[in-house]
């Protein structure tokens, strides 16, 4: 089965800053997807940012940015010129690439509470 | 603007009582997943559903949890009888297989059980 790990509990960061947050994952399989999503506090699981392990080239949005390191199963998100915006739980996610019989399914990790200073 | 939308948003009930949770997929989504959200276990998959014929519920407490989509609009989580410790938030998610992967949330249902 697969496994995500997020390491930091929780990161502070000043605003106008960057940030990164950590995530390892494990897997046996070649293809697969990774998924960072931001948790306000209104709860909404929002979507971030994606990345298809078939592709070398770092998946990019705004002010987003993923680090993925396919060989030490490594997948960090950099948050650049960070915002009050910004502050929520972040969670890693896994998914499969083969969508055969109960492979849809995301695994997430525990999540990075991210706090910004003003 | 396509979402994916949950009933009730909050839920206090007593222990022994019978809990109802619904969901309405986003239109044109084949896939729709259960997930309980705790400070403890963090997002567990309860239950995941493939053209409404359910794939995997290996999650769920099978003893007191049932989840059914009567059909394609609709997917309901149902807990008989309460107990205090399924106090979390559910959230229904949809997707549509062969897309981009990602999975659609609802807001979450808070269930709170006395």
């Known amino acids: 089965a697969q496994t995500v790990t997020q390491s930091q509990p929780e990161m502070s960061v000043q605003e106008a800053e960057t940030v990164t947050l950590s995530c390892t994952y494990d897997?046996?399989?070649?293809?697969?997807?990774l998924f960072w999503y931001k948790q306000p506090p209104s709860r909404q699981m929002i979507l971030v940012i994606r990345?298809?392990?078939?592709?070398?080239q770092n998946a990019t949005e705004n002010r987003f940015s993923v680090n993925f390191q396919k060989a030490a199963k490594s997948f960090s998100l950099k948050i650049s010129d960070s915002q009050l915006g910004d502050a929520a739980m972040y969670f890693c996610a896994y998914r499969s690439g083969f969508t055969n019989f109960g492979n849809e399914k995301l695994t997430f990790g525990t999540g990075t509470r991210l706090t910004i200073i003003p | 603007d396509a979402r994916v939308t949950q009933t009730p948003r909050h839920k206090v009930t007593e222990m022994g009582q019978e809990v109802t949770m619904r969901c309405q997929p986003i239109?044109?989504?084949?896939?729709v997943f259960w997930y309980r959200q705790t400070m403890m276990q963090g997002l567990e998959l309860l239950a995941y559903f493939r053209n409404r014929a359910p794939l995997d519920d290996s999650g769920m407490p099978k003893d007191r949890f049932s989840a059914e989509m009567p059909d394609a609009t609709l997917a309901t989580l149902k807990i008989q009888p309460s107990e205090p410790r399924d106090s979390a938030v559910y959230f229904c998610a949809s997707a549509r297989t062969g897309g981009p992967g990602e999975l659609f949330f609802g807001e979450g249902s808070r269930l709170t059980v006395l």
């Open positions: 990345q298809e392990a078939y592709k070398q």
């Open positions: 239109l044109g989504h084949n896939t």
């Open positions: 897997t046996s399989e070649s293809d697969y997807y």
